[in-house]
C-alpha cells in the first residue's frame, strides 16, 4: 500500500484521510463497499480497496481538453476501465459532438441551458432516466432525486438495481420490507452465519472482521459458493497490529458448500427438507407458534418438501446430503441466525423470479422462524435516495413519503416546465412502478425464463 500511495503522490494526505474513514460519528464513510461503521469506536476499520478508493478521490491527475481532442469517443471506448480512470478528474464541462466523435468543452451555463433544454423538450418526464452509481456522495445523491421527483419521475434506476432488485422485491413480498432486517450488532451477537454468493474479500472487505470475530467467540460460518473464495478461509485483520507483525491469521469459515452454478434453490430445498424431516422427534426444529401467527401457506410449502427426492436435491444443488444436513444441523442448533447473500444468488437464472426470489433470497423468511436477513450491498450511497425516503432496495418511494417531502417544502411545484405529479402517482402501490413509460426502461418487464426442474421450481415458492 505505501507503494500505491507514493505512485499517487498521497505520502501526507493519503495516511491523514485513511485515519478519518469509517468512524461512526465522524470523519467519512469508504466510498469503497456500503459496510457500516463500527458502534464501538475502532480506529483503523479499512482495507487495500478502501485505501485505493480515496486516494483515487484526491488524485492529483487532470484531463483536460487536450485530451480529449486527441482521443475520438469510438477510440476511448476501447480502453479498459482502469485506463480511463487512470487519466485523472475532469477539469470542465465537456459535451459529445457527433460529427467529430469528440468531446469539446462547453461553458456551465451553456451546459445547464442544454440540459434544461432537454429535458422541457421531452413529450413525458418519464422518457428520462436519472441514473447513479456508488460512487456518488449521499448528500448529492438525496438532492439528485429530489429533483427527479420535482420534475414528476421516479425513474430512478442505479446500481443498486443490478444488485439487489431481485431481494428487495423478494424481502418485499415476504416479510413486507424491502431492507434486511439486521445491524451490525446482530452481527456480534449471533450463533450461525450463512453467506451465500459473497466473496467479502472483493466485496466488502471490511467484512471479515465480522467473520474473524465470528469465529472466534465460536459461532459457526457457511459459506455457499461454487467456489471457495479467499474470504471463506482466513484473514489478518489490519487494525489487530500483533496479528499484521506475525503473519497470524483467523478463520472465516467453519464450513465450505459448493453448490453447482444455479443451485442455491435445491441447496435450500434440501436444508428445509431436513429440518421438516427432523420437526416430528425435534420441536426446536420448527417454531410452531411463529409459522402458525405470521406465515400463510405453510401446509403446500411441507408438501413441496415432501414432494421431491433427495437424489434430486442432490442433482440439483451439485451438494451430497450429508453436506446438506450439516448445514441444516447449524441452522437447527443457533438460536441465532443470519443469511447474508449477495450477486452471486441474485444474478444467476432464477435469482429474481417467484420461485427464485422466494426459495433462494427468502427461504429462511418463509419457512424458519425468527431469523434475520440481509442483501450484501457492494456500494452504499444509493441508500440516500432508495432506503432513505424510499424505505426499499428499489426505485419505488412510499406514497408516504412522497406526501411528506412535499409537506417538508423539500418538493414544489415548478416555475415552469411540466406540473409535477401529485403524491399518489409516484407509487400508488408496493408493486407499481410510476408509469407505463418506466416500464419500458425498468427491470420489471423480463423475459420469461426457462423453468428449471418441476421438482424445485414453481412448487418452491410456498408461503408468505
Excluded at 472482521?209 to 472466534?216: K, N, S, V
Excluded at 421431491?308 to 446438506?324: K, P
Aim: with cysteine; charged share 20%.
Amino acid at each position: 500500500m505505501t507503494g500505491f500511495l507514493v505512485g499517487e503522490r498521497e505520502l501526507l494526505d493519503g495516511p491523514r484521510a485513511i485515519l478519518r474513514m469509517n468512524h461512526e460519528n465522524r470523519g467519512f464513510d469508504c466510498p469503497g463497499c456500503a459496510w457500516p461503521d463500527d458502534t464501538k469506536g475502532l480506529h483503523l476499520d479499512i482495507c487495500e480497496n478502501g485505501i485505493k478508493h480515496v486516494t483515487w478521490e484526491m488524485t492529483r491527475k487532470r484531463v483536460g481538453r487536450e485530451f480529449f481532442a486527441a482521443h475520438t469517443v469510438t477510440e476511448l471506448m476501447g480502453w479498459s476501465d482502469f485506463a480511463l480512470e487512470d487519466q485523472g478528474r475532469l477539469t470542465e464541462p465537456m459535451v459529445y459532438d457527433a460529427a467529430t466523435d469528440h468531446y469539446t468543452p462547453i461553458s456551465w451555463p451553456d451546459a445547464f441551458e442544454l440540459v434544461g433544454r432537454t429535458l422541457r423538450g421531452l413529450d413525458d418526464p418519464n422518457q428520462a432516466a436519472y441514473y447513479t452509481s456508488g460512487r456518488l456522495g449521499n448528500e448529492a445523491t438525496f438532492l439528485y432525486q429530489l429533483l427527479a421527483r420535482e420534475l414528476g419521475t421516479n425513474n430512478l434506476p442505479d446500481c443498486s438495481n443490478m444488485c439487489h432488485e431481485a431481494s428487495g422485491r423478494a424481502l418485499q413480498a415476504s416479510i413486507g420490507t424491502g431492507k434486511g432486517t439486521v445491524d451490525l450488532e446482530d452481527w456480534e451477537a449471533t450463533d450461525a452465519l450463512f453467506i451465500m454468493g459473497v466473496n467479502a474479500a472483493s466485496n466488502a472487505p471490511r467484512m471479515l472482521t465480522a467473520l474473524a470475530g465470528a469465529y472466534r467467540r465460536g459461532a459457526q460460518i457457511v459459506h455457499v459458493n461454487p467456489l471457495v473464495e479467499a474470504a471463506a478461509t482466513r484473514t489478518i485483520v489490519p487494525h489487530e497490529f500483533v496479528d499484521m507483525a506475525l503473519f497470524k491469521s483467523t478463520r472465516t469459515s467453519t464450513l465450505n458448500l459448493q453448490p453447482r452454478i444455479g443451485g442455491d434453490m435445491a441447496l435450500l430445498r434440501g436444508m428445509a427438507k431436513a429440518l421438516l424431516e427432523q420437526a416430528p422427534a425435534d420441536p426446536k426444529a420448527l417454531d410452531q407458534q411463529f409459522i402458525d401467527r405470521y406465515t400463510t401457506g405453510f401446509a403446500d410449502y411441507r408438501a413441496a418438501c415432501r414432494a421431491v427426492s433427495w437424489e434430486e436435491i442432490e442433482r440439483q444443488s451439485g451438494v451430497g446430503r450429508a453436506d446438506i444436513l450439516r448445514a441444516a444441523r447449524v441452522y437447527r442448533d443457533a438460536d441465532r441466525s443470519i443469511v447474508s447473500w449477495c450477486l452471486g444468488v441474485t444474478q444467476h437464472e432464477h435469482g429474481w423470479t417467484p420461485s427464485g426470489r422466494s426459495s433462494t433470497c427468502c427461504c429462511c423468511a418463509e419457512t424458519w422462524a425468527g431469523r434475520g436477513r440481509v442483501p450484501h450491498r457492494c456500494a452504499g450511497t444509493a441508500m440516500s435516495r432508495e432506503t432513505g425516503p424510499a424505505a426499499s432496495t428499489t426505485a419505488r418511494p412510499r406514497t408516504s413519503w412522497s406526501v411528506s417531502a412535499r409537506s417538508a417544502d423539500l418538493i414544489r411545484p415548478a416555475s415552469t416546465g411540466w406540473t409535477p405529479s401529485p403524491p399518489s402517482r409516484p407509487c400508488t402501490r408496493a408493486g407499481s412502478r410510476s408509469s407505463s413509460a418506466w416500464a419500458a426502461t425498468s427491470p420489471s418487464p423480463r423475459p420469461t425464463p426457462r423453468s428449471p426442474t418441476p421438482a424445485c421450481a414453481a412448487a418452491s415458492s410456498p408461503c408468505r
